[in-house]
């Protein structure tokens, strides 16, 4: 039986990138413009700090100006958004972005509210989420404008296809059901509560898996030649490996998946490296709205 094509997301990642560093050296040649993004990271949460590196690494090499700030974990959330409130006002700043998770003794939502919503590279912001929903012109967030991408270039027009969407997340499940729906999928939003949740996964010509639970979609869960995407990020003993050893995996268990799909993205190397790509896609076009400019086509 003939197995599904891997979806490359490090190379998809990468031609978006060259195609931000091609528009920021315009926009500086052209407009003397120079977007700059700040990434604003509160305490220690390990993950948290890899992605930030990465965010700061990859902007700079796209010529834009990147700025990361570093909290104390103990900060009170009153200094977070007093610190929000001197970037909004900030003209060289044109993109914030303040890493998630947030320690318990600040309210993600009130922070997220205090992004002006033009600098809100995330997309999260509640006037955003609106636009999204409305059809009208907003930021997207990162990640499940990613997995559209890769959708886009693999299957072409995704008109009247069946799409799962399994996770509710603000971050990821919610926004990804509204793209799909924007493409004129028919989209069912199924979560750890759905009924018959195997039988819903089978009927979808694409499945996008969400919810944070390791190799939790089985090949049997899969529609014979079915787009797959897999958006989780889980680290797993991997005692195979060797003692006290760890190894990443998604949410779908890719060797029976890979049996059945058209189809699949791997992780590490899918969905992941289009997050931060898009984070500089949404920080370009950022710069160029608020400077009364027309956004590059990324
Ligand atoms: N934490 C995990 N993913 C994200 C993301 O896309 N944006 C922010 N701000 N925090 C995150």
């Known amino acids: 039986m003939s197995e599904a094509e891997i979806i490359d997301g490090k190379a998809f990642a990468k031609r978006l990138r060259d195609r931000v560093t091609v528009a920021v050296a315009t926009l500086k040649a052209d407009h003397n413009l120079v977007p700059g993004l700040t990434v604003v990271l509160v305490g220690e949460d390990a993950a948290s700090q890899v992605y930030v590196r990465n965010k ?39 993109g914030i972005l303040v890493q998630l998770p947030l320690p318990d003794q600040i309210d993600e939502a009130k922070v997220i509210a205090a992004i002006n919503p033009d600098k809100d590279v995330d997309g999260f912001h509640v006037v955003n989420v609106g636009r999204l929903w409305t059809g009208a012109t907003a930021p997207v967030p990162c990640t499940p404008y990613g997995c559209l991408q890769m959708l886009k270039e693999t ?10 969407v399994l996770g509710r997340s603000n971050i990821v499940g919610k926004p990804m059901a509204a793209l799909l729906l ?25 499945l996008i898996a969400a919810v944070g639970r390791p190799e939790m979609v089985k090949g049997d869960w899969i529609k014979p030649g079915a787009t797959v995407i897999d958006v989780g990020i889980n680290r797993i003993e991997a005692p195979e490996k060797g003692e006290g050893t760890t190894r990443l995996v998604g949410d779908v268990d890719f ?5 059945v799909a058209g189809h699949i993205t791997p992780v590490p190397g899918g969905v992941g490296p289009m997050t931060i ?4 896609r949404n920080a370009v076009i950022a710069a160029c709205r608020q400077n009364g400019l027309d956004a590059p086509d990324l």
């Open 277 to 280: 790509a898009n984070l500089l």
């Open 255 to 259: 060797e029976s998946a890979k049996k």
């Open 56 to 94: 700061g690494k990859q902007t700079q090499e796209t010529g834009m100006i990147s700025d990361t700030i570093r909290l104390d974990a103990a900060t009170p959330e009153q200094e977070l958004l007093d610190l929000i409130e001197k970037l909004n006002g900030d003209d060289a700043v044109h």
């Open 155 to 164: 299957l072409g027009d995704l008109t009247g296809k069946r799409a799962l």
């Open 182 to 206: 924007n493409e004129h999928c028919t989209v069912t939003i199924a979560h750890s509560r759905t009924v018959d949740l195997p039988e819903r996964c089978r009927e979808a010509d694409i």
